[in-house]
C-alpha cells in the first residue's frame, strides 16, 4: 500500500482537485484507492458525493477517540475508490490533541492496525490548509508527498516552511519520507507570468517539477458541486486528460506494481443532482 499525501498551506492550489481526480484514475486503472480527507472543510468529502453534515463516522473519530479506520471507511459510487469522510468538527482536533503525547503518529498508527491495508494498493491524504497536527499526521503515515502548486506570483512563498515541515518529519518520525513531485495546477499558459513562474518552480525544483501541467478548465472546476469526479463528469474535457497523464507519471515515478484485485463495483451509479446552483458552483471557480 502506497500512501501519498497531497499538501500545500496554500488554500486554493489544486490539493482537493487533484487528490479526487488522481485516486479516481488510479481506481480506473484497477488499483483499489482509499481518499482520507484531512481538511475541515470537507471539499473532498462533497466531491464524492457524500454530506459531511451528515457522516457520522469522520476522521476526527479516528484521531480524537481512537475509532478504528474500518469502521470508517465507505464506498463511493466508483468502483475501487473508498473515502474516510471529513466534517467541521475536525477543525477542534488541533485543540483536543494539543497535549497529547504522540500526536503526530496516530494515523501511521491506524493505517498499521487496519486489516484493510492489504486490499488497498493507494491511500492518498487531502491535507488541509496549514501546517498543523493533520497536515503532520499525514506527512508521519506517508511515503510520498505530492505538492499541487499554482504558476503564480508569490506561489513559491511558504514554500520553505513546507520544505523545512518536511525535512523535520524525514528527521524525527519518518525518514522513509520522499517528496514525489510538485505538480502545477490551475496553469494558464497562455500568459508569460505562468511561464516564468513554473521557470522558477524549476529553478527551485528541478526534476521534481512534473511533465504533467494540470490547465484551468472550467469543467474541473464545476465537477466537485455534482459530487463527480472529472472522469464522469467530462470524460474528455482537457481536466480529464491531463489527470490521466499525472497518474501515468507518477506510477512510473513511484514505481507501482501492478494492481491487487480487479475493479469490485460498489454502489449505485452517481447521482444527476447538483449540490448547489449553478451559479455558486461558478462563483466558486471564479
Ligand atoms: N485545473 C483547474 N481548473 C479550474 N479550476 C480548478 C482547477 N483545479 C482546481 N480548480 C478549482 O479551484 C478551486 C480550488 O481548488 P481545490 O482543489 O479545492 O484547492 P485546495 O484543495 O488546494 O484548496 C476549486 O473551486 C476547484 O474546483
Ligand atoms: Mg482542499
Do not use: W
Request: hydrophobic letters at 45%; proline letters at 7%; aromatic letters at 4%.
Amino acid at each position: 500500500m502506497q500512501r501519498i499525501a497531497v499538501i500545500n498551506q496554500k488554500g486554493g492550489v489544486g490539493k482537493t482537485t487533484t487528490t479526487v481526480n488522481l485516486g479516481a484514475a488510479l481506481a480506473r486503472r484497477g488499483y483499489r484507492v482509499l481518499l482520507l480527507d484531512m481538511d475541515p472543510q470537507a471539499n473532498l468529502t462533497v466531491h464524492v458525493d457524500k454530506r459531511p453534515d451528515l457522516e457520522s463516522h469522520t476522521l476526527t473519530s479516528l484521531l480524537v477517540e481512537d475509532t478504528p479506520l474500518q469502521e470508517l471507511v465507505q464506498p463511493t459510487t466508483l468502483p475501487n475508490l473508498a473515502v474516510v469522510p471529513s466534517d467541521t468538527s475536525l477543525a477542534g482536533v488541533e485543540q483536543v490533541l494539543a497535549n497529547r503525547i504522540g500526536r503526530e503518529t496516530i494515523l501511521r498508527e491506524a493505517l498499521e492496525a487496519f486489516p484493510g491495508a492489504a486490499t488497498f494498493d493507494f491511500v492518498l491524504f487531502d491535507c488541509p490548509p496549514s501546517l498543523g497536527v493533520l497536515s503532520a499526521n499525514a506527512l508521519v503515515a506517508a511515503d510520498h508527498v505530492v505538492i499541487p502548486m499554482q504558476a503564480e506570483y508569490l506561489s513559491l512563498q511558504g514554500m520553505a516552511k513546507l520544505l523545512e515541515v518536511i525535512q523535520l518529519v524525514q528527521k524525527r518520525l519518518n525518514p522513509a519520507l520522499k517528496i514525489a513531485c510538485v505538480l502545477p495546477c490551475m496553469l494558464d499558459a497562455r500568459t508569460n507570468l505562468s511561464t516564468e513562474v513554473l521557470r522558477e518552480i524549476e529553478t527551485h525544483f528541478g526534476s521534481l517539477l512534473t511533465k504533467t501541467r494540470i490547465r484551468n478548465n472550467v469543467k474541473l472546476a464545476e465537477s466537485p458541486s455534482f459530487g463527480r469526479t472529472i472522469f464522469e463528469h467530462a470524460p474528455d474535457s482537457n481536466g480529464a486528460r491531463d489527470y490521466e497523464a499525472f497518474a501515468n507519471e507518477l506510477l512510473a515515478m513511484i514505481g507501482a506494481g501492478a494492481p491487487k484485485a480487479a475493479a469490485v463495483p460498489t454502489t449505485t451509479p452517481p447521482a444527476q443532482r447538483p449540490h448547489e446552483p449553478p451559479a455558486a458552483a461558478a462563483e466558486a471557480s471564479a
